[in-house]
Every structure is written in C-alpha cells, then in structure tokens.
C-alpha cells in the first residue's frame, strides 16, 4: 500500500477554476517517504483576486514557476498516480483537491483521475481509495466541527512547530522553487505558510506521524 498525501493550490473555487500548484508526499505503508512533488502550473484562466490573496501566486509569478507548463503537460510524468493499484490519497477536504484536479483534466480534454473510494481509517486494504483527514481530526480536537488546517498542525506532539519549520525549509529548498526564485518564499508566505501546498501537504505528513494510530482506532 502507498499513501500520496497531497493539496492543490487553484484559481479560484468555481466550476471554470483549475490547479496552479500541485504538491505531494509518496508514502510507503510504514508512512515513510519515497517521493516528493511540487509542480506549479500556468493556464489562461483569470486568478480570483481573492484567491490569490490567499496564496499569492499572480499570473506573471506563476508564468515564471511554471516555466510557461500547464497542469496537464506535468502531471502525467508521475505514473504512480494513475497506474498504482494500491493506493490511498490522503487530503484536508480531500474533495476538494480531487475535484479541482479532474476538473482541471477535464476542462481540458482529458479524462478524470480515479481517486478510488473514500475510506474512513488507513489500514492496509488492496485498491485506490481516498481519505479525508480533516473529519477524524475535526472529530477530535473540535467536537466535529471543520477545523482550519493551521489549528490542526498546533496539535502536532513529536515536533515543535519551530523544528517542523526548519525541517519544512530544507524539503523547499530542494524541491520548493526552481533555482533563483527565493525571494519569491517572502511574498508567497509573507502571512503565514499555509496555502503553500507543500506546505501544507507536509503538515499532512507530521499529523499522520501523531495520529494514524487514534485515526484508525476511532472506525475500528
């Protein structure tokens, strides 16, 4: 079994809107990592003003990330995503990353990902599944209710948030920006990291670590 924790980063929240990053940890069953992804992505469709509020990232920045590469020339290099028979996509809202990816598939002549079925615990089961980490941690930490994902990462016990963050510095710096764009981190995160989807995917990984042993046990 492999587990792909990802988040996506997007134009906006619409039907029309498309995936400008993608990032993403490969996982073995032993939650240990086996590849890392972060691609950005560019396309003709208009940013929502307040969408990049969010995460920063303006037409000309992603042009130049991109390097002029649309979501659907990057994403099929990485086989696994589509050829892997047993694999769980892990996400915070996960719906939503699954949905902006085959939209952005879509609106582009291109068939949907199988994302699998939703599983509610990440036990070793054969096949393509999804699992949204958001509700169980909603479910323990905030009485059910949707929990932002930064409140959520102020529940990781095995690491301070400082040591996360400088773990977190040295995955950016080989796999965060294409070389000569490290200024672009000030601007991009000038609020906080979140919104970054490798970032925020790595959060994903730290709450994992903690938690996949409650998580599983809360639907056994």
């Given at each position: 079994?492999?587990?792909?924790?990802?988040?996506?980063?997007?134009?906006?929240?619409?039907?029309?809107?498309?995936?400008?990053?993608?990032?993403?940890?490969?996982?073995?069953?032993?939650?240990r990592?086996?590849?890392?992804?972060?691609f950005y992505?560019?396309?003709?469709?208009?940013?929502?003003p307040?969408?990049?509020?969010?995460?920063?990232?303006?037409k000309?920045l992603?042009?130049?990330?991109?390097g002029?590469?649309t979501?659907?020339?990057?994403?099929?290099?990485?086989d696994f995503l589509?050829?892997?028979?047993?694999i769980?996509f892990?996400?915070?809202?996960?719906?939503?990353d699954?949905r902006?990816?085959?939209q952005t598939?879509?609106n582009?002549?291109y068939?949907?990902?199988?994302?699998?079925?939703k599983?509610?615990?990440?036990?070793?089961?054969?096949?393509?599944?999804n699992?949204d980490?958001?509700?169980?941690?909603?479910s323990?930490?905030n009485?059910?209710?949707?929990?932002?994902?930064s409140?959520?990462?102020?529940?990781?016990?095995?690491?301070?948030t400082?040591?996360?963050n400088?773990?977190?510095?040295?995955?950016?710096?080989?796999v965060g920006m294409p070389?000569?764009?490290?200024?672009?981190l000030?601007?991009?995160?000038?609020?906080?990291k979140?919104?970054?989807?490798?970032y925020?995917?790595?959060?994903y990984?730290?709450?994992l670590l903690?938690?996949?042993?409650?998580i599983?046990?809360?639907f056994?």
């Amino acid at each position: 079994m492999k587990y792909f924790l990802y988040d996506v980063e997007t134009t906006g929240l619409t039907r029309r809107d498309e995936v400008i990053q993608l990032s993403g940890f490969l996982l073995n069953e032993d939650l240990r990592k086996e590849q890392i992804i972060n691609f950005y992505c560019y396309t003709q469709v208009e940013t929502n003003p307040e969408a990049q509020k969010v995460h920063g990232l303006d037409k000309k920045l992603l042009w130049e990330l991109s390097g002029g590469k649309t979501f659907e020339e990057q994403i099929f290099q990485y086989d696994f995503l589509f050829n892997e028979e047993d694999i769980t996509f892990v996400g915070y809202n996960i719906s939503f990353d699954n949905r902006m990816v085959n939209q952005t598939l879509k609106n582009n002549g291109y068939n949907a990902m199988d994302f699998g079925s939703k599983v509610n615990s990440l036990t070793n089961c054969e096949g393509r599944h999804n699992f949204d980490l958001m509700k169980p941690l909603s479910s323990m930490f905030n009485h059910g209710v949707r929990m932002k994902l930064s409140d959520a990462a102020t529940r990781i016990k095995f690491k301070s948030t400082a040591e996360i963050n400088k773990v977190y510095e040295v995955i950016f710096d080989n796999v965060g920006m294409p070389e000569g764009f490290s200024d672009t981190l000030a601007k991009q995160t000038s609020v906080s990291k979140f919104h970054n989807s490798l970032y925020d995917s790595f959060i994903y990984w730290c709450l994992l670590l903690d938690y996949k042993t409650e998580i599983n046990c809360m639907f056994r």
